[in-house]
C-alpha cells in the first residue's frame, strides 16, 4: 500500500492563480481531511469528508473547496490564490473517523504535504 | 482561551534525561486525547492515543490524562537525539465536528 499520496511536492503560484491539491489513499478510509500548517503552528483544518459525497467545513474553509466523487480521493481547490494561504498542506485518512468516547484506534494517517508558495 | 495550548518550547533535555510535554485543553466533554511527533519538513506520525484517565505506558513513551484538570501529558523516558522533533497534542471535542482539534506544538531538543 502507498498510504496517503500528495500532488504536488511544491508549488509557487501567483496571486489571483488557481489550483488543485491532489490527495489519495488505498487503504479504502472513509473519513478524510485537509489541514494546512503555518510555520511554528499547529494544524489547521480546512474540509473533511466522511465518505464519498460528503464534506463539511473545518476550521478556515474560507478560500477553498473540496469534492470526495470517490473513497480514495479528496481533492483541495484553490480559487483565486492570496498570500494568506502560503503554507504546507496536508491531506489525512482514518478507518472511521474520530467518534467521541470510542474505543480503539483512532490513527490517522498523514500524506507527505504540499508547499505552496503565493507571490 | 486557545482550545489545546501547549508551550512551543524549545524544551531541552539531556541524552538519557525524562522529557516532559504538557498540554490543557478547553473542552471539559472532550474524549480522546493524541500525541504526534513531526519531524522537521515531514508530516505528524501518531505516537500514543489515551481515552481514561490515568497512564497508558507504550515502551519509552507514556501517556497520562486528567480529565478533572483537562490537562494531559506525554514522558519521554531515556531520551535519545532521535526524539527531537516538535510534538503535536489532538483532542477530539464533543462537538458536532468528527475531527482532532491541534494544539501549535512543543519543540523537543535532545542534547548528545
Known amino acids: 500500500n502507498a498510504g496517503v499520496t500528495q500532488t504536488p511536492k511544491f508549488r509557487i503560484l501567483k496571486i489571483g492563480q488557481s489550483m488543485t491539491l491532489q490527495c489519495t489513499q488505498d487503504m479504502n478510509h472513509n473519513y478524510m481531511y485537509w489541514y494546512r500548517q503555518d510555520p511554528g503552528m499547529g494544524l489547521k483544518l480546512i474540509y473533511y469528508s466522511v465518505g464519498a459525497g460528503i464534506t463539511d467545513k473545518g476550521e478556515v474553509p474560507n478560500g477553498y473547496n473540496v469534492s470526495r466523487s470517490t473513497t480514495e480521493d479528496f481533492p483541495l481547490r484553490l480559487e483565486l490564490a492570496a498570500p494568506s494561504q502560503t503554507s504546507v498542506y496536508f491531506c489525512a485518512s482514518t478507518r472511521r473517523g474520530m467518534l467521541s468516547g470510542g474505543a480503539g484506534s483512532y490513527e490517522q494517517y498523514f500524506g507527505p504535504g504540499t508547499r505552496l508558495t503565493v507571490t | 482561551q486557545k482550545e489545546v495550548e501547549q508551550n512551543s518550547g524549545p524544551l531541552s533535555v539531556p541524552e538519557g534525561a525524562i522529557a516532559s510535554l504538557n498540554c490543557t485543553y478547553s473542552?471539559?466533554?472532550?474524549?480522546?486525547f493524541f500525541w504526534y511527533r513531526q519531524y522537521s519538513g515531514k508530516s505528524p506520525e501518531l505516537i500514543m492515543f489515551?481515552?481514561?484517565?490515568g497512564d497508558k505506558e507504550d515502551g519509552r513513551f507514556t501517556a497520562q490524562l486528567n480529565k478533572a484538570s483537562q490537562y494531559v501529558s506525554l514522558l519521554i523516558r531515556d531520551s535519545q537525539p532521535s526524539d527531537s522533533a516538535t510534538y503535536l497534542c489532538?483532542?477530539?471535542?464533543?462537538?458536532?465536528?468528527?475531527?482532532?482539534?491541534f494544539g501549535s506544538g512543543t519543540r523537543l531538543q535532545v542534547q548528545p
Open positions: 489532538a483532542v477530539k471535542m464533543d462537538t458536532g465536528r468528527r475531527a482532532l482539534t
Open positions: 473542552d471539559r466533554g472532550s474524549q480522546s
Open positions: 489515551i481515552y481514561s484517565n
